[in-house]
């Protein structure tokens, strides 16, 4: 496990990022927040997935972002926490990504089905300020186990998907309008993919999740 108050090698990108969101987060106030994320996948096919984590908004806190963009065959794990907005100023990002990569570029270049099965769920919780949605379509085969837990205090979404067809994930992580993000996640996979993750946010999140 690493602790990266930021990333060398992203630091361009994490620049952008925040060059790009300075303005509206200008007026973001330090709310305490914190998530735990629990991923892995294993993906055959196309796939544009990017995951920003940060703990305080603009040129504050600490940033990381890290994704995985192209064709081919990957397996990847991430685990995370974010604790951020805290009144006595402390804040920390804790990440650990493992992965094996593999370029195969020519063997999914046409789309695997033109199927008109679709299926979708999307969850929210003001209170704590999590979303969480999902949606498959173009679908040869989809096994769905999708748990959703909401209170007033915590949010627990624990999703493990099998599919062969086309996946479409998001979820982000903003205790109220005025403060900032500290979790933002997107990803589009095409072809076979087995995923497996586990979001907690809330008064009680940090490290309660065991590993999927």
């Known amino acids: 496990m690493r602790c990266w108050p930021g990333s060398l090698m992203l ?3 994490i620049i952008l990022v925040i060059a790009s969101t300075s303005i509206l987060d200008v007026t973001a106030k330090k709310v305490p927040q ?10 055959q096919g196309t ?6 984590y940060q703990s305080e908004a603009g040129f504050h806190g600490q940033k990381l972002v890290t994704g995985t963009r192209g064709t081919g065959t990957v397996s990847r794990s991430i685990n995370a926490q974010v604790y951020g907005g805290f ?4 804040n920390e990002i804790c990440a650990n990504e493992w992965g094996v990569f593999q370029n195969r570029p020519s063997r999914y270049s046409v789309p695997i089905t033109n199927s008109e099965l679709k299926n979708a769920l999307c969850a929210k919780n003001y209170e704590v300020g999590s979303v969480y949605s999902e949606s498959y379509s173009g679908l040869v085969e989809l096994i769905k186990d999708t748990s959703v837990a909401q ?4 949010s627990v979404y624990s999703i493990h998907s099998e599919v062969e067809g086309t996946a479409r994930v998001g979820a982000r992580v903003q205790k109220g309008s005025q403060a900032v993000p500290i979790y933002v996640m997107s990803g589009a996979y095409s072809g076979y993919l087995n995923m497996r993750m586990s979001l907690e946010s809330g008064n009680a999140s940090v490290l309660t999740l065991p590993c999927p």
């Open 47 to 52: 796939m544009d997935d990017m995951r920003i």
């Open 34 to 43: 914190n998530l735990t994320e629990h991923s892995w996948i294993y993906s």
């Open 151 to 154: 209170t007033d205090n915590n």
């Open 87 to 90: 009144e006595d100023g402390y």
């Open 11 to 13: 630091g361009l990108l």
